[in-house]
């Protein structure tokens, strides 16, 4: 079975500031895909940004992107320029290749950003 | 364009009580639906999911159950409702053999 960790409960980033945040994920699998989803206040969840496990180049969203390390399963998320709509629950989520796609969450990290 | 729907929106119920969360979808056909439950302040756990009508997969033994009696519609019941069922129930869809999940917008569950 598949694991997705974050070590960081919660994270600050003043206004403007670039904040990252942690993901490390524990599987066999060769062929997948990482998520980083939001979570705002709305509880609606928002998807952020996707990784393809094939792919050497880590992905950028505008001012989202990854840092994919496949060797040590690692995925973490760069926040650029942070904007206050920023703050929410941050989760990183981990699918394998099949019919299914299931979704594997990790427990979230709640970030603030302050003005 | 798609949509998914949940309701209730919040619920209040009490200890032993049944359940019935409904979720459907609109604007595509054969969808993969998912239920997942997220107990306060923690990530999601998936629940059940299904690839077509009648096929549901449970990934957690519970007291919950779900159906899927037509092609755009998931149902998440229980027959008699623990304190430990509290928590925020999500609904989501995705195209068959495609690895982006929509989710909606979610039902606050409460038992008391």
């Known amino acids: 079975a598949q694991t997705v960790t974050q070590s960081q409960p919660e994270m600050s980033v003043q206004e403007a500031e670039t904040v990252t945040l942690s993901c490390t994920y524990d599987?066999?699998?060769?062929?997948?895909?990482l998520f980083w989803y939001k979570q705002p206040p709305s509880r609606q969840m928002i998807l952020v940004i996707r990784?393809?496990?094939?792919?050497?180049q880590n992905a950028t969203e505008n001012r989202f992107s990854v840092n994919f390390q496949k060797a040590a399963k690692s995925f973490s998320l760069k926040i650029s320029d942070s904007q206050l709509g920023d703050t929410a629950m941050y989760f990183c989520?981990?699918?394998?290749?099949?019919?299914?796609?299931?979704?594997?969450f990790g427990g979230g990290t709640r970030l603030m950003v302050k003005p | 364009s798609q949509t998914i729907h949940q309701w209730p929106a919040t619920l209040v119920q009490p200890v032993g009580s049944p359940l019935s969360l409904e979720c459907t979808v609109e604007?595509?056909?054969?969808?993969?639906l998912y239920w997942y439950r997220q107990a306060a302040g923690r990530g999601l756990q998936l629940l059940f999911y299904?690839?077509?009508?009648?096929?549901i997969s449970s990934e957690v033994p519970q007291n919950l159950s779900a159906s899927r009696p037509q092609d755009r519609q998931f149902i998440l019941s229980s027959k008699k409702l623990l304190l430990s069922d509290s928590g925020f129930y999500l609904c989501?869809?995705?195209?068959?053999?495609?690895?982006?999940?929509?989710f909606g917008p979610g039902t606050r569950l409460t038992v008391t």
């Open positions: 989501a869809w995705s195209v068959q053999a495609s690895y982006e999940q929509y």
């Open positions: 599987t066999s699998e060769n062929n997948y895909y």
């Open positions: 990784q393809e496990a094939y792919k050497q």
């Open positions: 989520a981990f699918m394998k290749n099949n019919a299914g796609n299931m979704l594997t």
């Open positions: 604007g595509t056909s054969n969808p993969n």
């Open positions: 299904s690839v077509g009508i009648g096929q």
